[in-house]
């Protein structure tokens, strides 16, 4: 006995078999479509670095300066750092770009009395120009790259005796470093991006001749745009 049942069915499979040839179609054409590759793009980053404990700081502390007690930070990723890049992939997988880094921010104080102190500090920034390679995934959706970068390096140091005026000095320097990262565009024109990298900057030179470097191993995230060619 035939089902009535059997005609019903028959139909079912039969709309739904030409609904997926038709997405089926589409999504093929939509894939063979070209896809426009990044062209500018633009990242903002926040994130940390480890201290270097070098010569140079060891001599710091070897006169007696040592961190003020509200700067006191367990070891590791204890200064905070930012980052902001502009750069032009030249093609899908090649770009340059031209990067700012805050290195590092440093304060010692040699207490003299309970009331009375000496001060040293600094700040150092990098300003670099880089090249970039990047494998771009699912339509440019997300990607991962790594990039090289080297430039000059800035350090403005200060010096006061207690009760005496602050004297400020100025070092240059080379900077050179890498970075490993993941893109991630949760829209068109953009997303968030991840990273870690290391960076080799021996700005700061004392009158013995020891250089502190003013990199190390840092990590970032931020926010990034992009246009398309």
């Excluded at 710091?60 to 930070?73: C, G, M, N, T, Y």
């Excluded at 990047?134 to 403005?156: D, K, S, T």
């Amino acid at each position: 006995m035939r089902s009535r049942f059997t005609p019903t069915l028959a139909g079912f499979f039969a709309v739904a078999s030409a609904l997926l040839a038709s997405f089926t179609v589409t999504t093929t054409h939509a894939d063979e479509r070209p896809v426009r590759p990044e062209a500018f793009f633009f990242e903002v980053g926040i994130g940390g670095s480890g201290l270097m404990q070098d010569a140079y700081i060891e001599r710091l502390e070897s006169f007696r300066f040592e961190k003020p007690a509200d700067l006191v930070f367990d070891d590791g990723f204890d200064r905070f750092s930012h980052t902001q890049s502009v750069g032009y992939m030249l093609h899908q997988n090649l770009g340059l770009l031209l990067r700012h880094e805050l290195l590092e921010q440093r304060d010692y104080v040699r207490y003299l009395t309970d009331a009375q102190e000496d001060e040293f500090g600094w700040t150092s920034r990098a300003l670099s120009v880089g090249v970039r390679g990047r494998l771009p995934f699912v339509r440019e959706w997300f990607a991962v790259y790594g990039q090289a970068h080297v430039g000059l390096g800035i350090a403005r140091s200060y010096y006061q005796n207690y009760g005496q005026r602050k004297d400020r000095e100025t070092d240059l320097g080379l900077n050179f470093g890498f970075v490993a990262g993941l893109d991630l565009n949760f829209f068109k024109y953009g997303g968030m991006f991840v990273e870690a990298g290391y960076t080799h900057a021996p700005l700061l030179e004392n009158r013995l001749g020891e250089t502190h470097n003013d990199g190390g191993a840092s990590m970032h995230v931020g926010l990034r745009g992009r246009t398309f060619g």
